[in-house]
Nanobody, 125 residues
Framework: VELVESGGGSVQAGNSLRLVCAAS????????MGWFRQPTGQEREFVAA????????TYADSVKGRFNISRDNVRYRVYLQMNSLKTEDTAVYYC???????????????????WGQGTQVTVSS
């Protein structure tokens, strides 16, 4: 397993969680990274992505202003800080490595090369 997520759990609406994705150097270096999520019975959807340098980040409209993606290129980690959580944020969250030239900040999208195994986030009212 080359991308390992942690930090998921169950919280009440309005609270916060921070997801962490740990990667190997080979998996991490030089690549854009992102987070996707898949609610039960629905398709997987883009949440956020960040460039290799960290200078460019993009978000789905549904999480703008509430979620923040960041990365640590020394420790090979990507973070997703989720604030003001809503019940509709409930999903399995996946860390992902971009395919070569797969990150498009203008279109808030990322073509995925490698997926993590996912971590469950449950938000209750």
């Amino acid at each position: 397993v080359e991308l390992v997520e942690s930090g998921g759990g169950s919280v009440q609406a309005g609270n916060s969680l921070r997801l962490v994705c740990a990667a190997s150097e080979r998996m991490f270096s030089g690549h854009a990274m992102g987070w996707f999520r898949q609610p039960t019975g629905q398709e997987r959807e883009f949440v956020a992505a960040i460039s290799w340098t960290g200078l460019s980040a993009t978000y789905a409209d549904s999480v703008k202003g509430r979620f923040n993606i960041s990365r640590d290129n020394v420790r090979y980690r990507v973070y997703l800080q989720m604030n003001s959580l809503k019940t509709e944020d409930t999903a399995v969250y996946y860390c992902a490595k971009s395919a070569p030239r797969g990150f498009d900040p203008e279109r808030a999208s990322m073509i995925v090369g490698v997926w993590g195994q996912g971590t469950q986030v449950t938000v209750s009212s």
